[in-house]
Every structure is written in structure tokens, then in C-alpha cells.
């Protein structure tokens, strides 16, 4: 009898901090210069270093880009810091494809899962090591670093659900999470 010889994993996953590991993975940063339109306070904005990295992706590819029915497996990191009162976070999106939804999962850290329906109606889920977060399609989804160190979670998308980042920048979210006597509030931010 022939044996049969296995297939490679598409990559490693380090279950100690989420990172990915392996040929096909891909990243990029978002800056602090990058993420003007998400922070509410523009003067102590302007004080900070433009260069600052305010979180890292990455994420290994399954299928083709933008095939339908494929997934695409990834983690954010995203630093500890603070604009003014309101911490460090992701820009946040809806998906280009509405009704695409999305698991996140924490490793390590502490902070807020926001998010918000097409009506601006917001929710947010606290997030800590080992909570898991479903995000239902038609939903956009922010984190926010409410701790003092790193926040690391792994992700799960479709491929072919798309960011859009405009309606963010222009709108933004509902909800905003500011250090309020030391302590994560929640807020509304209505436009
Ligand atoms: C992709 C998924 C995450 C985010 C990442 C950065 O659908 O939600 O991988 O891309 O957390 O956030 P943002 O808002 O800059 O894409
Ligand atoms: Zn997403």
C-alpha cells in the first residue's frame, strides 16, 4: 500500500499571543496620523507623534481574494494609549458586503467590542481573554484598548466582505469609550 503524504497547515497560529506564522500571512499598521477622523479631541490629536502605531493586523488568505463562501483568518494588536480621554482603537468598519458577519475572539488584554446598526443604533460587548464575539452582518464593529497593556484578538471574515471605512470616517460611531476618573465610560456621541 502507498502512503499518502499530508498537506502543509495554511499556518501557525501562537495561541500565547495569537500571532500567525507561515508563508501566506500578511500585515499592516495603522498610524496614529491615519486614524485623524476617529478622535474626538483634535488639539491634544495634533500634540501626539503622526507615526505613532496605534495597531497591527495580520491575516493568511484561504482562498482567492474575494471569492464567495471563502474565510480569512487574522489578529489585531492594538496598543495601550489614550487622545485626550478617549483610548486607542481600531478605525472600525461596516463590511463592504453588508450582511457578512464576523467572529472576534480575545487572547490578551482588556477593552470594548462597539458596535453599531445601520440605524446608529450602538451596543458594546466588553472584551477580556477568552471572550468570544459574534458580529452580525449589517453591523459595524470597533475595538477599543480600555487596559493598560496590549489588546490581542484572532478574527474570522468572509473574503469577500470588504471595509467600508467612509461611512466611519464621515459618521462615526454612536457610542464613544472614554477614561472617565480613571474609569471605561461609555458615552453617546451623536452627529
Ligand atoms: C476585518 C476585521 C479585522 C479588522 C482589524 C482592524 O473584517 O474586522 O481584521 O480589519 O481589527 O480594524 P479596522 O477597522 O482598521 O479594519
Ligand atoms: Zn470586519
Redesign the pocket.
Known sequence: MQTVPPNSPLATVDWRDGSLLGPGVQQSE?TLGQLQAVFSDRSEFAAMDPSQVV?R?Q?VPAEGANQEGGL?W???T?QPGRVGDEYFM????F?LKRD?A?F?ATVQGEGMLVLMDENRRGSYEPMKPGSLHY?NGNVA???VNTGSSQLR?V?C?PTD?G?D?GT?AEEGFSLRVLCRAGLATVVRSDR
Open positions: 495603522k495597531y493586523v491575516w480569512l487574522g489578529n489585531t492594538i481600531t478605525h472600525g468598519h463590511h457578512r464576523e472576534y458580529i464593529h470597533r475595538v484578538f478574527a471574515w466582505a471595509h471605512y466611519i
